[in-house]
């Protein structure tokens, strides 16, 4: 992992996702996120295209139920 000596990628506090359909799994995140089924702490969309689809994103996990 490079990036900064704070980055919480690097304690592992934070991942990159990447799927096969990275706009419908970005979706289903957030709905997750608004029906509260997960908290997170950061989730970014990462080089979005002209169709709005994230080549990957970045999210911090809290909890999940």
């Given at each position: ?26 979706s ?13 702490g ?24």
């Amino acid at each position: 992992v490079g990036g900064s000596s704070t980055s919480q990628h690097r304690n592992g506090g934070a991942g990159d996702i990447e799927g096969e359909d990275n706009k419908e799994l970005f979706s289903l995140i957030v709905e997750m996120i608004e029906d509260k089924t997960i908290t997170v702490g950061q989730l970014i969309a990462e080089k979005t295209d002209e169709n709005g689809v994230p080549a990957w994103f970045v999210w911090q996990p809290r909890s999940c139920r």
